[in-house]
């Protein structure tokens, strides 16, 4: 399927927000949280690049799965390692883990829902962090309102993500033309979130 | 003929030329010539100096350009892919198309020599393998042709920073070996997917000399190649380090390509890197210019 003039626009403005935030959002952390939003809005940036060449076709890719999960496991150790400093070591082994586990289980032939539940784990885990991390710190009045925007974000890709995992396993949600119809806007709306929280929220 | 007609008639005829020139290949050339010139961090905002370097690279790009279209109109006409190019077709005059492309690259070298002797030197250098030894020497020989289509396709950012420096640095050096190393991934990809087209023609390629696999393995390390030699002139020109992260997650992106077109190649696959290549490039040389500005 290929994608709109309107979907290209959206999908170029999503990898412009990702590479301003990789090249400028991220300035002044320390060298972990530099790395892991790097790699995060990188992976972002590059995916739009590729929806943008080579269509939503892309997104079929069996990768998809493996690539997907350094998103959110990416951010969430960032999250982590910047605001819930006693949660480093244990994150970060959870987040190594997490994405070898997905990375094996995607790869090899591994039988039964050995692959389902680790994806469905380890994006859970990573997905709730970015999520409520975000409010709860702005709710407790640890950062700026706006930096919630981020736990927005979190959501509206785990939104994404389920569209996508539910579409692949054959039973959508939506029509995979919904699906992609909607994509572009969500990758925006997402990216935006991510880069205006981290903006105005710290 | 009436007024119109001659009129509608220059139109086209200007608008064929213009065709002869390769717009958006010319654009690109000509925009790696001017990041190559603002990487020295020379006064870039001289306007009077940035419009003589646009002017005398698009002149001789698109002479040598359109010398390039009128010696192979033959093979061209050969071609599904290129035969409905203006020289191809026979719609302009042979003898006319010959003229006015030496007489482009007359004026683009020229200007170039009068602005500045070495910069000269090395567009005319950019012209000379590309018509010359690329065109009218090697390419119905060797599939090697390419390599020095690349030399010459790697000056005009060369250029670019000879002008700004007033000599030739291992910065240049490495932003040109950036680009020469670039080329294979786009022309590769092109004989890949033309196949049958070149061998009409009997134009040697890498994909009927040493068969698809090789010429996989050459456009994936090549585009590794061309990445390594961008970040190492990035690193040498005094990139900022939010610059390098972001041409660091490009480079990754090719990089991830071009080990997929490696061990799992699908023509999908090959048509991403050819343009993913292509926008690394342009990205890369809007870094290295908003670097400067």
Redesign the interface.
């Known amino acids: 399927m290929k994608p709109s003039t309107r979907d290209r626009a959206l999908l170029l403005l999503t990898a412009l927000l990702a590479a301003y935030q990789v090249s400028a959002g991220i300035d002044g952390f320390d060298a972990l949280p530099i790395a892991a939003y790097t790699v995060a809005f990188g992976v972002l940036l590059v995916a739009a690049l590729l929806i943008f060449i080579l269509g939503f076709d892309a997104l079929d890719s069996p990768i998809v799965a493996i690539v997907s999960t350094i998103i959110p496991l990416s951010l969430a150790v960032g999250l982590i390692h910047q605001r819930a400093a006693s949660l480093r070591p244990p994150y970060l082994i959870f987040a190594i883990v997490g994405f070898l586990a997905v990375a094996l289980t995607r790869s090899l032939p591994v039988p039964g829902k050995s692959p389902t539940i680790v994806l469905a784990v380890t994006h859970g885990i990573a997905g709730l962090t970015i999520f409520l991390l975000p409010i709860i710190l702005s709710v407790q009045g640890k950062t700026q309102p706006l930096f919630s925007l981020v736990g927005v974000g979190g959501a509206l890709i785990g939104v994404g993500g389920l569209l996508l995992s539910f579409l692949k396993t054959g039973k959508p949600i939506l029509s995979r033309e919904t699906i992609m119809r909607l994509f572009p806007g969500l990758l925006l709306l997402t990216t935006t979130c991510f880069v205006a929280g981290f903006k105005f929220g710290q | 003929m009436t007024a119109q007609s001659k009129i509608e008639n220059r139109k086209s005829k200007i608008g064929a030329y213009w065709s002869l020139t390769k717009p958006s290949q010319s654009g690109l050339l000509l925009a790696t010539g001017l990041a190559g010139y603002m990487s020295a961090r020379c006064p870039v905002f001289n306007i009077s100096t940035i419009l003589q370097l646009s002017a005398s690279l698009f002149f001789a790009i698109a002479g040598s350009t359109i010398l390039n279209m009128w010696w192979d109109r033959d093979i061209d006409a050969k071609m599904g892919r290129t035969q409905k190019r203006a020289t191809a077709k026979g719609l302009l005059n042979d003898k006319e198309i010959l003229i006015v492309g030496a007489v482009v690259s007359i004026v683009g070298v020229g200007w170039a020599f009068a602005m500045d002797a070495l910069y000269g030197l090395i567009v005319f250098a950019g012209w000379f393998f590309d018509v010359i030894v690329y065109s009218v020497w090697l390419k119905r020989r060797t599939c090697w042709s390419i390599v020095w289509g690349g030399i010459s396709g790697a000056m005009p950012i060369l250029a670019g920073r000879v002008l700004g420096l007033g000599f030739i640095d291992w910065v240049g050096l490495m932003l040109a070996l950036g680009v020469l190393l670039w080329i294979p991934t786009h022309t590769l990809t092109f004989s890949m997917k033309f196949q049958k087209d070149y061998a009409d023609a009997g134009v040697p390629t890498f994909p009927s000399t040493y068969g698809l696999d090789v010429t996989r393995l050459a456009i994936a390390l090549s585009s590794v190649l061309a990445a390594a030699a961008m970040i190492a002139a990035a690193i040498g020109i005094g990139m ?4 390098l ?2 041409l ?3 480079s ?2 090719l990089f ?1 390509l071009a080990a997929a077109m490696t061990f799992k190649p699908t023509e ?1 696959v090959n ?2 890197l050819f ?2 290549a292509s ?1 690394y490039m342009l990205a890369a040389m809007i870094l290295v210019v908003l670097e400067v500005i």
Do not use: I, T
């Open positions: 900022d380090w939010g610059f992260r972001l660091g997650v490009l990754a992106g991830a999908r048509f991403g343009k993913y926008v």
